[in-house]
């Protein structure tokens, strides 16, 4: 398994084997963009994206038991701009297609502070890890080494701009749910020049 080295966080043994080379095989192909999703509705692009780099989830099944899916793909903004990025997928808009500035700018509208999570989305992404949303834990990512389904997300994300004064209720917060579901707590830490450094936070007991 390939190792990955991220500033503040060190080196990181048994990540992801995902990388472009497995996405880009599966050709380019076209999303929808509707409200805060972009919808794959090609079904064999669908299963490529989702069974090569586990992007986005099939539309109406929660929580997938197979990559081998049969019906359209559901997008977060983060997955489409990562993959309108990389031109593995067009995106239209209406009537017009969007590029990634469009993209960014739509985005930002829907989600606060898009532009420094999309950031943090796309390094951990470029560095072999499989990104998924963490909202339901109060934060902004979990992060897996391998996919959903073969291991469970051993990191959740914090993304916080350098000069964002953090409440120590919410820290504590963050932190107390994170050893609840046996993960670690990371903050990424968002510098004015789009570089981005680690804290890693344990739970210990006195």
Not at 109 to 130: A, N
Request: hydrophobic share 35%.
């Amino acid at each position: 398994m390939p190792q990955t080295y991220l500033s503040g966080w060190g080196l990181i043994s048994d990540t992801s084997p995902f990388t472009d080379n497995d996405v880009r095989a599966c050709g380019t192909g076209r999303a929808l963009l509707i409200g805060s999703k972009a919808v794959v509705f090609d079904v064999e692009f669908a299963k490529c994206l989702f069974g090569r780099g586990f992007f986005g989830k099939p539309v109406g099944v929660k929580k997938p038991k197979t990559t081998d899916i049969e019906r359209p793909l559901e997008l977060s903004l983060f997955e489409a701009a990562y993959l309108l990025e990389k031109g593995v997928i067009s995106l239209s808009y209406g009537d017009r297609y969007m590029d990634i500035k469009e993209l960014e700018m739509y985005a930002s509208k829907q989600v606060p502070d898009f532009k420094e999570l999309y950031g943090t989305y796309k390094q951990l992404r470029d560095s072999g890890f499989i990104v998924r949303s963490a909202l339901k834990y109060g934060v902004d990512f979990a992060v897996y080494r391998q996919r959903p389904g073969v291991e469970h997300a051993p990191y959740l994300v914090k993304t916080l701009r350098y000069d964002e004064k953090v409440d120590p209720g919410d820290l504590i917060g963050w932190g107390r749910v994170s050893h609840s579901v046996r993960k670690d707590l990371l903050l990424s830490i968002v510098y004015p020049s789009g570089e981005r450094i680690y804290i890693t936070f344990k739970w210990l007991r006195p």
